[in-house]
C-alpha cells in the first residue's frame, strides 16, 4: 500500500501547487504511476485543460500540450491522428469538460478517438474561485449560485460517464474515486483498463474521478472526503457504465 | 500628505482587511483613498499584499512600489518589500512571526507581537487589528469612532460583541506602538505593556 | 452624495442593476469573476436574471437572444472569454442590437496571464469578429469613471441599436476607489419597436437578421450601418486632455497607463520638463482631430504613447498626429505594468534628453 505514497516516476520532481487536502495530486499519482507500469510513459503524450491542473503540464513526466478552456478532446483528437502508435490522454475538470467542452467530448467519443480522457469531477470550478459548475448539486452553494444551485433556475447536474456510456464510439466508460484505499486501489484498476484499451485499439476510453475541493467548498480536507463519501456518491454513482471488453457492455 | 502603504503577508493572515480598513477608514475621514490587491492561484496559501494609498490630494497611481509604509506580517515580505521602503519610511514588523530584524537604518521600524497580543485578548483572529491599531498610532489616519462605526456595520446580531473586541485589539496595539520598546528588535515576542 | 468604497468589478456590476440592466449572462474567468458573481447575488433582487452559461460562445448568444427581445442586457469576461464571444458580437453588430459588453482585460496571447494588460485594443478597436462593423468602445481609469461609464453605455448602445464595449485592465476589475453614484441624465431613448416579442397581431413580424443574401441589399445594409458610424464619430468622441501651455512632452494614453503617465509627469517636473496628457476615453470613435490639435502645440517636442500592450495604441496615435510631431511608444506587455519612471524615462528619450 506503501506505494501511493512514493513519487512515481511518471511525476516530475516539481512540487505540485494543490491545496492541502485537494484529491489532483492523488489522481495525477494513479495516472502516472499506470503510464510507468504499463510502460507507455515515453510515448505518451499529455493534454492539459484549463482548470486547477493546468499545471499539469509540469507534473507529468511525459510530453504535455496545453489546451484551450475545454478543447482538450480536439487537441488530443489532432494529436492521435497524427500519432496513432503513441498514447493519448487528456485530464480535464468539470467545468473544462461538462461546460464549455461539452461539444469537444462529445464528438471525439462519437468518433471513437482512439484517447483516454481523465474526468476529474469535483463539483465546483476550483481555479476561478468556486462558480457553479455544471455537476454543481441541487442545493450546493456557489459563488455564482449564492443560494445554492436552484433546480427550476438551473437544472440538474450532469452524469459525464453515464452520457459517455451512450455513444457509440466509446469502449468503456466509469466512475471511480480517490477517497479512501479501497477506492484508490479501484481507481487505479480503472485508470490502466482504460489506458490498455486504447492501446489495443478498442475506442475512446473515459474515466471519471470524484475529487474533493475543500477550499471551494469550505470544508477542511477531511470533510471533503466525507462529503465524497456521504453525499456526491449518492448524485454520481460509482460503477462501470460501458466496457466494449465485456459482454454487459452495450 | 501621501500615505503609499504596502501591506503583505501569508494568505489568511488578514493582509486585505488591513488594507480594506486602512481605506475605508481614510474615505470616511475624507481623504482620497484606493486598495490594490495582488490577485491570483499565488494567492492559495502563498502570498497575498494590497497597496493602499491614502491622500489629501488626487491619487495618481494606486500601485505602490516604493511605499511610504511597509506592515510585514511575514519574514518574506519583510525580505522582499523591506529594501524598497523609501528613506525615512516606516517599517512594522509582526514580530510574531517575523524572525529578522530590520536592518535599514534610515528608516523607522515597529516591532509588534500581534499574535501574542491577540492571544491575551483571547481570539488569534484579532492580530490583524492589533497591526491595525499600532499602524494608526503613528500615522494617525483614522478616529477610533471611525474604526467603531465601521465594526458596528460589519459585525451584527450574534456577532455585534466583536465590535469591542476588535477595538480593544486596536487599542492594544496603539499602545504596544506607544512604548519605546516597540521599536528594538528582540526575538523573545514579548508583549511589552 | 456620499462617497463609498468600491471594488471596480462590483462597482461595473452595480451601476448596470443602476442603468435598469435586468439581464446578465457570463461564464468565469478571471480577473472578472467578482461582476457575474455580484449580479448572481443582486440582479434577482432587482427582479432580474442571472445566469452562468456553459461558455463564452453561449453567453452572447443569450445576449443577442436577450437583446433581441428587447431587453436590457450585459455580459463581461476577460480577454480569452472576449476572443470567444466575437462571432456573436459581430452578429449583434449585424442585426444592430443594442447591449454592453465588459472586457477586463488580462495579458495573452492564448492562455496568458491573468495579470492586467491591454493587449485586446485592436481586437476592440477594429472588430475582432467578421465584417466592417463598429463597437463604441470606452476606456475608464478610475472606477468611477467606469460606473459612469456603464450607466451612459446603455443608453449609447439603445440610441445607436450597437453593441458598446467597456474595455477596461484588470487593475481597474481589481481595485478599490471611492464611488459617487451620479443620477444619469434623463434622455429620452427611440422606442425598440424593432423587438421580437410577438406580433400581437396587431403589426408585421419583426425579424432580428443579419443575412443579406443579395450583395445589393448587402452593401445597403453595410452603407447604412457605415452612416449609422459616421453619426458616433460626429457624437460620441471623449478624452481628457490636461496640457500646460508649455508642455514639452505629450503622452497618450488610456486606462491605468494613463494615471501611471500623470505620476511620471510629476517626475519630469522634478528635473525641469513639462508634461501633458492626452487622454483618449472613447477608442471608438477615437478623438483623433482633438489629439492631432493637442500634438500640433508649438511647444511639445514629442509624443509618447504609454501602454500596456507592444503597439497597438500607437498605432491610432500616429494616424491622428499624422506626422506633426514624432511617436514613439512606452510598451509593456504580458501582465507587467510600467512603472512612473520607465515612462518618465521613455519622454527623456523621446526628447533626446537620455
Ligand atoms: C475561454 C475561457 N473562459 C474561461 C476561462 C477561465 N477558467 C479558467 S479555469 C476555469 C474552470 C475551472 O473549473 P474546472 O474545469 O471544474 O476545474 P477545477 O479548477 O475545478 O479543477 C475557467 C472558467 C478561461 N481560461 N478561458
Ligand atoms: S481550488 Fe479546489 S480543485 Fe483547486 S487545487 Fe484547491 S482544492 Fe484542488
Redesign the interface.
Same mark, same amino acid.
Given at each position: 500500500m506503501a506505494i501511493v505514497y512514493q513519487k512515481s516516476k511518471g511525476l516530475t520532481d516539481l512540487e505540485m501547487h494543490y491545496c492541502p487536502g485537494c484529491t489532483h495530486g492523488v489522481i495525477h499519482k494513479l495516472v502516472a504511476e499506470a503510464l510507468v507500469d504499463l510502460n507507455l510513459l515515453e510515448h505518451t503524450i499529455g493534454v492539459a485543460p484549463v482548470g486547477c491542473s493546468v499545471f499539469a503540464y509540469n507534473y507529468f513526466n511525459c510530453d504535455m500540450h496545453e489546451a484551450a478552456h475545454g478543447r482538450a478532446p480536439a487537441v488530443a483528437t489532432g494529436i492521435k491522428r497524427v500519432l496513432p502508435q503513441n498514447t493519448v490522454f487528456t485530464y480535464q475538470g468539470d467545468g473544462d469538460l461538462a461546460a464549455i467542452g461539452t461539444a469537444e467530448i462529445i464528438h471525439a467519443a462519437m468518433r471513437g478517438e482512439h484517447f483516454t480522457t481523465i474526468f476529474v469531477n469535483n463539483a465546483i470550478y476550483g481555479m476561478t474561485g468556486g462558480q457553479m459548475a455544471p455537476t454543481t448539486l441541487v442545493g450546493q452553494k456557489a459563488t455564482t449560485a449564492p443560494h445554492g444551485r436552484d433546480r427550476a433556475h438551473y437544472g440538474q447536474p450532469l452524469h459525464m460517464a453515464e452520457i459517455m456510456a451512450t455513444i457509440g464510439g466509446a469502449a468503456y466508460s466509469t466512475r471511480v474515486t480517490v477517497v479512501d484505499m479501497p477506492h484508490m486501489m479501484k481507481a487505479r484498476t480503472a485508470i490502466r483498463k482504460a489506458f490498455q484499451m486504447q492501446m489495443e485499439g478498442k475506442g475512446f476510453t473515459f474515466v471519471e474521478v470524484l475529487s474533493t475541493c475543500p477550499t471551494n467548498w469550505g470544508m477542511t480536507p477531511v470533510e471533503a472526503l466525507g462529503w465524497v463519501k456521504d453525499t456526491m456518491i449518492n448524485e454520481f454513482p460509482l460503477g462501470v457504465f460501458k466496457d466494449a471488453d465485456s459482454k454487459e457492455g452495450s | 500628505m501621501t500615505h503609499d502603504i504596502l501591506i503583505s503577508g501569508f494568505g489568511g493572515q488578514g493582509v486585505m482587511a488591513i488594507g480594506?480598513t486602512l481605506? !475605508?477608514g481614510g474615505?470616511k475621514e475624507g481623504y !482620497?483613498? =484606493?486598495? *490594490? &490587491?495582488s490577485? $491570483?492561484?499565488e494567492m492559495? $496559501?502563498g502570498t497575498a499584499n494590497c497597496s493602499v494609498v491614502i491622500s489629501d490630494d488626487m #491619487? #495618481? =497611481? &494606486? #500601485?505602490v *512600489?516604493e511605499p511610504t509604509l511597509l506592515i510585514a506580517m511575514n519574514t518574506p515580505s519583510l525580505v522582499k518589500f523591506g529594501p524598497n521602503v523609501i528613506p525615512e519610511g516606516k517599517v512594522f514588523v509582526n514580530s510574531s512571526i517575523v524572525d529578522m530584524a530590520v536592518e535599514r537604518t534610515d528608516v523607522s521600524a515597529y516591532y509588534v507581537p500581534t499574535m501574542e497580543i491577540a492571544q491575551k485578548l483571547g481570539n488569534p483572529r484579532v492580530a490583524n487589528m492589533v497591526m491595525l491599531g499600532a499602524v494608526n498610532h503613528v500615522t494617525g489616519l483614522l478616529r477610533e469612532e471611525t474604526v467603531r462605526e465601521m465594526l458596528s456595520q460589519l459585525f451584527t446580531g450574534p456577532k455585534a460583541n466583536l465590535v469591542e473586541l476588535n477595538l480593544e485589539a486596536l487599542r492594544m496595539g496603539a499602545a504596544c506602538a506607544a512604548n519605546d520598546a516597540c521599536m528594538i528588535w528582540s526575538n523573545t515576542h514579548e508583549y511589552h505593556d | 452624495m456620499s462617497k463609498e468604497l468600491w471594488k471596480g468589478n462590483e462597482a461595473i456590476a452595480e451601476a448596470a442593476i443602476r442603468a435598469g440592466c435586468r439581464y446578465f449572462f457570463g461564464y468565469p474567468i478571471t480577473p472578472q469573476n467578482e461582476i457575474p458573481e455580484y449580479m448572481s447575488l443582486h440582479l434577482p433582487e432587482a427582479g432580474g436574471v442571472f445566469l452562468q452559461a456553459e461558455s463564452e460562445v453561449a453567453a452572447i448568444n443569450m445576449v443577442y437572444g436577450a437583446a433581441g427581445s428587447g431587453a436590457r442586457v450585459m455580459t463581461s469576461s476577460s480577454s480569452p472569454g472576449i476572443s470567444l464571444k466575437q462571432e456573436g458580437i459581430s452578429y449583434l453588430a449585424g442585426a444592430e442590437l443594442p447591449c454592453v459588453i465588459v472586457n477586463i482585460m488580462r495579458g495573452g496571447p492564448g492562455l496568458g496571464t491573468i495579470q492586467p494588460a491591454q493587449g485586446d485594443y485592436f481586437q476592440a478597436t477594429r472588430g475582432g469578429g467578421n465584417g466592417d462593423y463598429r463597437l463604441i468602445v470606452l476606456a475608464p481609469s478610475t472606477i468611477q469613471e467606469a460606473c459612469d461609464h456603464v450607466r451612459d453605455a446603455f443608453d449609447i448602445a439603445d440610441r445607436y441599436r450597437n453593441p458598446v464595449m467597456i474595455l477596461a485592465d484588470g487593475m481597474i476589475g481589481q481595485m478599490m476607489e471611492a464611488v459617487e453614484w451620479q443620477p444619469s441624465e434623463s434622455r429620452t431613448l427611440p422606442e425598440k419597436t424593432w423587438a421580437t416579442v410577438g406580433t400581437g397581431g396587431t403589426r408585421k413580424p419583426n425579424i432580428i437578421n443579419s443575412l443579406f443574401i443579395d450583395p445589393n441589399e448587402s452593401e445597403r445594409h453595410n452603407a447604412h450601418l457605415n452612416e449609422k458610424y459616421d453619426v458616433m464619430r460626429a457624437e460620441e468622441v471623449r478624452y481628457e486632455a490636461t496640457i500646460p501651455d508649455d508642455a514639452d512632452v505629450l503622452f497618450v494614453a488610456y486606462g491605468t497607463p494613463a494615471r501611471l503617465a500623470k505620476a511620471a509627469i510629476r517626475l519630469l517636473a522634478k528635473e525641469g520638463i513639462t508634461g501633458g496628457l492626452f487622454r483618449p476615453i472613447s477608442l471608438w470613435p477615437f478623438p483623433e482631430k482633438p489629439l492631432n490639435e493637442a500634438a500640433s502645440a508649438a511647444s511639445v517636442k514629442a509624443v509618447v504613447t504609454v501602454e500596456m500592450s507592444l503597439g497597438q495604441l500607437v498605432d491610432d496615435v500616429k494616424i491622428a498626429v499624422n506626422g506633426v510631431k514624432p511617436v514613439s511608444l512606452c510598451g509593456k506587455a504580458g501582465g507587467i505594468v510600467p512603472t512612473p519612471r520607465e515612462v518618465a524615462d521613455a519622454a527623456l528619450a523621446a526628447l533626446g534628453r537620455k
Open positions: - | 480594506k481605506a !475605508e474615505m !482620497e483613498v =484606493s486598495w *490594490l &490587491p490577485y $491570483g492561484p492559495r $496559501g #491619487i #495618481i =497611481s &494606486p #500601485i *512600489l | -
